[in-house]
């Protein structure tokens, strides 16, 4: 029986259709598929939040959202915020306010933090907490995203808490933040705050093999035999490696 079939839905306005296993993941849809790669891989088990998407206006997190659920659905990802080379709020407050470090995990922060300003445009601390609950990050500390998130919403982050950001009266305007004392943001943190960049995992090449390692079912064991043939026979397969 064939599992394989086509479905169909919206990602960032553009209609797409992909073939699609039973157990393919929303995840390898978009960066397997569609190579939308600002989408990152961080666990495959959706503990990290690093995959998090925005479907039908609920954030999921893609590794664990089998991918024939969006079918006839509407997709966000981190590709889809800035319109026509302006970024979203949620974006300008990331790299203003300093949210942006190694930039692993900022494509799921800002669509985390997008489905809450859409269900509450004024979320508390508590909020911003409950909805980035499953969103790890390893540099920031997490005080400067709830600082950008609270900023995007139009509201300033309590004294004694978050730093408000600094201002300079009088150099808004010039190259950016000509001023002795004045925090610049990373050189980066454009291309990470709308998913351009590239880490190694998001480079492409045509024709590219992958391996996949096939691990024992028993910790403890000798190894008699090790037969082959099936997964020689699997369509697809170039190789089979062994000891």
């Known amino acids: 029986m064939n599992d394989r079939q086509i479905i169909g839905f919206h990602v960032n306005g553009d209609f797409r259709e992909v073939e699609v296993g039973r157990k393919t993941t929303l995840l390898q849809v978009l960066r397997d598929e569609l190579h939308l790669t600002g989408t990152k891989n961080g666990c495959g088990q959706g503990q990290c939040g690093a995959c998090t998407v925005i479907v039908d206006g609920k954030a999921v997190r893609s590794c664990v959202y089998l991918a024939h ?6 997709v966000e990802t981190i590709e889809g915020l800035a319109r026509a080379g302006k970024l979203h709020p949620l ?4 790299i203003e306010h300093g949210a ?3 930039g692993f995990c900022t494509p799921g922060m800002i669509m985390a933090a997008k489905a809450l300003l859409a269900a509450k445009p004024k979320p508390t601390r508590e909020d911003i907490y409950q909805a980035l609950d499953r969103n790890l990050c390893r540099c920031t500390g997490y005080a ?3 600082e950008a998130i609270l900023a995007a919403s139009g509201q300033r982050p309590e004294v004694g808490k978050v730093r ?5 009266p009088g150099v808004a305007d010039l190259v950016p933040r000509l001023a002795v004392g004045h925090p610049l943001p990373r050189p980066d943190a454009r291309a990470k705050a709308t998913g351009e960049a590239v880490f190694a995992a998001d480079l492409y090449f045509e024709g590219t093999l992958h391996g ?12 008699l035999q090790v ?11 170039v190789a089979v490696l062994t000891a």
């Open 212 to 223: 996949k390692v096939l691990r024992s079912h028993y910790p403890h064991a000798r190894v």
């Open 144 to 146: 400067k995203i709830i």
């Open 227 to 237: 037969d082959t043939s099936k997964a020689k026979a699997l369509p697809g397969v």
């Open 91 to 94: 974006q300008e407050a990331f």
């Open 100 to 102: 942006i470090q190694c």
């Open 164 to 168: 408000p950001p600094t201002a300079v």
């Open 69 to 74: 659920r969006a079918n006839g659905k509407r």
